[in-house]
C-alpha cells in the first residue's frame, strides 16, 4: 500500500518562500507520476503542479497559471520524495496542500485528482498579509 506523508508547512508572509515535502513508502516511487494539489475554505480541489517520471529525476512538469514562475516541482527518485518550492507566496496561496501519486507510463503528467489513487493527508500553508 502506497502512503504519501506531506512536510514543511506552515505559516508564511506574503512575499516569502516554503518548500513543501512529500514522502512517499510502498510501490516504485521512480515509476509514478506525481502531483500536488491544494485546497483552499471554501473552494473545490485544485491543481497546482505535476510531475512525470522519466530517466532519473527527470520528468516532464506542468503547472496551474496562478503559480507558473512562482513554484517549482521536482523529485528525487533515490529520496522517494517529491518536493513543491513556493516562493513569492501570496495570500491567495492560502490551503491544505495535498501531495498524489500513481503509476503511470513515462513522460506522463497527470493533472486531475480522478487520476490519481493515493493521496496524502494534507499539510497547511497558510500566507499572512
Known amino acids: 500500500q502506497v502512503q504519501l506523508v506531506e512536510s514543511g508547512g506552515g505559516l508564511v508572509q506574503a512575499g516569502g518562500s516554503l518548500r513543501l515535502f512529500c514522502l512517499v513508502s510502498?510501490?516504485?516511487?521512480?515509476?509514478?507520476?506525481m502531483g500536488w494539489f491544494r485546497q483552499a475554505p471554501g473552494k473545490e480541489r485544485e491543481v497546482v503542479a505535476a510531475?512525470?517520471?522519466?530517466?532519473?529525476?527527470?520528468?516532464?512538469?506542468r503547472y496551474a497559471d496562478s503559480v507558473k514562475g512562482r513554484f517549482t516541482i521536482s523529485r528525487d527518485n533515490a529520496r522517494k520524495t517529491v518536493y513543491l518550492k513556493m516562493t513569492t507566496l501570496e495570500t491567495e496561496n492560502t490551503a491544505v496542500y495535498y501531495c498524489?501519486?500513481?503509476?503511470?507510463?513515462?513522460?506522463?503528467?497527470?493533472?486531475?485528482?480522478?487520476?490519481?489513487?493515493?493521496w496524502g493527508k494534507g499539510i497547511q500553508v497558510t500566507v499572512s498579509s
Open positions: 498524489t501519486a500513481d503509476a503511470a507510463q513515462r513522460q506522463v503528467i497527470k493533472t486531475a485528482s480522478f487520476e490519481y489513487d493515493s
Open positions: 510502498g510501490g516504485t516511487f521512480s515509476r509514478y507520476a
Open positions: 510531475i512525470a517520471w522519466y530517466m532519473g529525476n527527470s520528468g516532464s512538469t
